[in-house]
């Protein structure tokens, strides 16, 4: 039986289906967003509290990110092994229950450790909420649908900021974590509805199930738009190949080009972005002053995300990627 995944999804219109997808993934990758960003404001708290000292901040931070590491590069493996449902919703429970539990950490050195588990969740989040949106949105609106669901993601940095400004003050920086983690578990459980990857199921060779799953999606998506055009191609999904396929002359020149351009993005934004309250509470700025500043500037985030979803579909990934890149360094203030 052929299946024809990639086609079959590629040429649907899209409806509420495809808006239920990208709710259920975006909130989710809201909260992993939050748990990163929350750092920034928590890690301004306890060093005003004398919980942690400036290096023990800094292994926080490194930890996040080691974890981070880990667990995107663990995420791509088990995606394939064991498809895209069992890692969105494992990666949700890691990082929810190990956030729940950094509210109680005893000592800053148990908080490193929750944190350094609670980073292997919030890498595999990433990876996979926006693999799994690629699988079921088609080309020709891939861009702005992934463009909103980095503008959700980066939308928790303002409003973690928001909230730490009203919680912590009052509650602790415990508090922080409680929220961020009880969120991402009630996700957890909203996300049951979420269907597996058919593009997945037929890579495995579990093609009664893709069959299956895509009937259901078409017969549902028929239902609101109409009779829907056949496939365009025949582009059976490709069986799984081995990682040596990233450096093949295809798939090479996109990996050296992403990674450079998400190590620079995610540096400047990480390691800049969670240092700040830190920065500020060190010159002498009260824990809400430092907040309040950080919010100002963080404001621009969901701006930007939101500006190349509408401009990544129509004036193509390169100009918007290329654009971006120039306006980062002439936008740099000279104290930064």
Same mark, same amino acid.
């Given at each position: 039986?052929?299946?024809?995944? $990639?086609? @079959?999804?590629? @040429?649907?219109?899209?409806?509420?289906?495809?808006? @239920?997808?990208?709710?259920?993934?975006?909130?989710?990758? !809201?909260?992993?967003?939050?748990?990163?960003?929350?750092?920034?404001?928590?890690?301004g708290a306890t060093l005003k509290s004398g919980f942690s000292t400036i290096g023990?901040?800094?292994?926080?931070?490194?930890? %996040?990110?080691?974890?981070?590491?880990?667990?995107?590069?663990?995420?791509?493996?088990?995606?394939?092994?064991? $498809?895209?449902?069992?890692?969105?919703?494992?990666? *949700?429970?890691?990082?929810?229950?190990?956030?729940?539990?950094?509210? !109680?950490?005893?000592?800053?050195?148990?908080?490193?450790?929750?944190?350094?588990?609670?980073?292997?969740?919030?890498?595999?989040?990433?990876?996979?909420?926006?693999?799994?949106?690629?699988?079921?949105?088609? #080309?020709?609106?891939?861009?702005?649908?992934?463009?909103?669901?980095?503008?959700?993601?980066?939308?928790?940095?303002?409003?973690?900021?928001?909230?730490? %400004?009203?919680?912590?003050?009052?509650? &602790? /920086?415990?508090?922080?974590?409680?929220?961020? &983690?009880?969120?991402?578990?009630?996700? /957890?459980?909203?996300?049951?509805?979420?269907?597996?990857?058919?593009?997945?199921?037929?890579?495995?060779?579990?093609?009664?199930?893709?069959?299956?799953?895509?009937?259901? +999606?078409?017969?549902?998506?028929?239902?609101?738009?109409?009779?829907?055009?056949?496939?365009?191609?025949?582009?059976?999904?490709?069986?799984?190949?081995?990682?040596?396929?990233?450096? $093949?002359?295809?798939?090479?020149?996109?990996?050296?080009?992403?990674?450079? %351009?998400?190590?620079?993005?995610?540096?400047?934004?990480?390691? !800049?972005?969670?240092?700040?309250?830190?920065?500020?509470?060190?010159? &002498?700025?009260?824990?809400?002053?430092?907040?309040?500043?950080? *919010?100002?500037?963080?404001? $621009?985030?969901? +701006?930007?995300?939101? +500006?190349?979803?509408? %401009?990544?579909?129509?004036?193509?990934?390169? #100009?918007?990627?290329?654009?971006?890149?120039?306006?980062?360094?002439?936008?740099?203030?000279?104290?930064?």
């Amino acid at each position: 039986m052929t299946v024809n995944a $990639g086609a @079959r999804l590629d @040429r649907l219109p899209i409806s509420s289906f495809h808006r @239920r997808v990208l709710a259920l993934i975006g909130i989710g990758m !809201f909260f992993d967003g939050f748990d990163v960003y929350v750092a920034a404001t928590v890690l301004g708290a306890t060093l005003k509290s004398g919980f942690s000292t400036i290096g023990q901040n800094a292994q926080f931070v490194s930890v %996040t990110f080691l974890g981070m590491m880990l667990g995107s590069l663990l995420t791509g493996f088990l995606g394939d092994r064991y $498809g895209r449902r069992f890692t969105y919703q494992a990666n *949700l429970a890691v990082f929810g229950f190990a956030s729940i539990a950094s509210a !109680f950490a005893p000592s800053m050195n148990v908080l490193i450790l929750l944190r350094g588990i609670m980073g292997l969740g919030l890498g595999a989040e990433m990876v996979v909420g926006f693999a799994t949106l690629t699988e079921f949105v088609p #080309p020709g609106a891939r861009g702005r649908w992934l463009g909103a669901l980095s503008a959700m993601v980066v939308s928790s940095l303002p409003i973690s900021g928001l909230i730490a %400004t009203a919680v912590i003050p009052r509650f &602790g /920086w415990r508090a922080m974590f409680v929220l961020g &983690g009880s969120g991402a578990l009630v996700v /957890w459980y909203l996300r049951k509805a979420l269907p597996e990857s058919p593009r997945w199921l037929e890579s495995v060779g579990r093609d009664g199930e893709a069959n299956a799953l895509l009937e259901s +999606i078409e017969r549902e998506v028929s239902s609101q738009r109409g009779l829907l055009p056949p496939p365009s191609q025949l582009a059976t999904t490709q069986k799984l190949s081995g990682l040596e396929s990233l450096f $093949g002359p295809v798939l090479l020149p996109r990996l050296i080009v992403g990674a450079v %351009t998400l190590i620079v993005a995610n540096t400047l934004i990480y390691g !800049f972005v969670l240092w700040l309250p830190t920065f500020f509470v060190r010159e &002498g700025r009260s824990i809400a002053a430092s907040f309040r500043s950080s *919010l100002v500037m963080s404001i $621009g985030a969901p +701006i930007g995300s939101a +500006i190349g979803a509408f %401009t990544s579909d129509s004036w193509g990934r390169k #100009p918007t990627i290329i654009g971006a890149s120039l306006l980062i360094p002439s936008s740099r203030t000279p104290w930064c």
